[in-house]
């Protein structure tokens, strides 16, 4: 079965402070999806990034950046200078859409919610 | 581009009553996937449409609960003899057929007193 912990439950911390959240996942597939996701306060689910199992590069988006690295089944995520905007709930999840019966529903961790204060 | 948009917003029941909600996906997104989220989890599958084919159920789906996507466009999540352990957010995601990305609705939450 597929499990995604994300072990902070709450971060606060003052504008323009980097932090990040830790995303650890399981799975038996070798081929696999990660994602993350913004859900804002009026509920609905941003996509941000999506990163396969065979792409262990970081990337870098403006003032996110993302880690990669199978070998901890890790995929962590940093806000670089927080903005009062960036408070929501943030959400890892893990799809293993490989194709053949997998129809690639997602697996969601429980969340962070990050409030960032001015 | 329209995004993915559920119906109604809110709604407010009262035990035992019937609902239904109504996602409609991204156009030409032939796969659909209802997902519940209650308060402080993460949203847990529901079930999956790929064109109007229900192609995978979760357990979480009891026999209260019947999906449907008749012509593989628009699809509507019904609730039988609701109770108060069914509120929560119901959100609905849409994808491309070879797309691996969701796009998720803003949900119904439902509350039943």
């Known amino acids: 079965a597929q499990k995604v912990t994300q072990a902070q439950t709450e971060i606060s911390v003052v504008e323009k402070e980097d932090v990040t959240l830790d995303c650890v996942y399981e799975?038996?597939?070798?081929?696999?999806?990660l994602f993350w996701y913004k859900q804002p306060p009026s509920g609905e689910l941003v996509f941000l990034i999506r990163r396969n199992s065979f792409d262990e590069q970081n990337e870098i988006s403006g003032r996110y950046s993302w880690n990669f690295q199978k070998s901890t089944s890790s995929f962590n995520f940093t806000i670089t200078a927080s903005q009062v905007v960036d408070s929501a709930v943030y959400f890892c999840?893990?799809?293993?859409?490989?194709?053949?019966?997998?129809?690639?529903?997602?697996?969601f961790g429980q969340g962070t919610i990050l409030t960032v204060h001015p | 581009d329209t995004g993915v948009s559920q119906n109604p917003r809110h709604k407010i029941t009262k035990r035992g009553q019937n609902v239904t909600f109504r996602c409609d996906p991204i156009s030409e997104h032939n796969r659909l996937y209802w997902y519940r989220q209650t308060l402080g989890q993460g949203p847990e599958f529901l079930t999956y449409f790929q064109n109007e084919a229900q192609l995978e159920k979760s357990r979480l789906l009891s026999d209260r609960f019947s999906a449907e996507r008749p012509k593989g466009s628009f699809s509507t999540l019904e609730i039988q003899r609701t109770e108060q352990g069914d509120s929560a957010m119901y959100l609905c995601?849409?994808?491309?057929?070879?797309?691996?990305?969701?796009?998720f609705g803003p949900g119904t939450r439902l509350l039943v007193l």
């Open positions: 995601a849409s994808i491309p057929m070879y797309g691996e990305t969701q796009y």
């Open positions: 799975t038996r597939d070798t081929t696999y999806y």
């Open positions: 999840a893990l799809s293993d859409n490989a194709g053949g019966t997998s129809y690639g529903k997602l697996t």
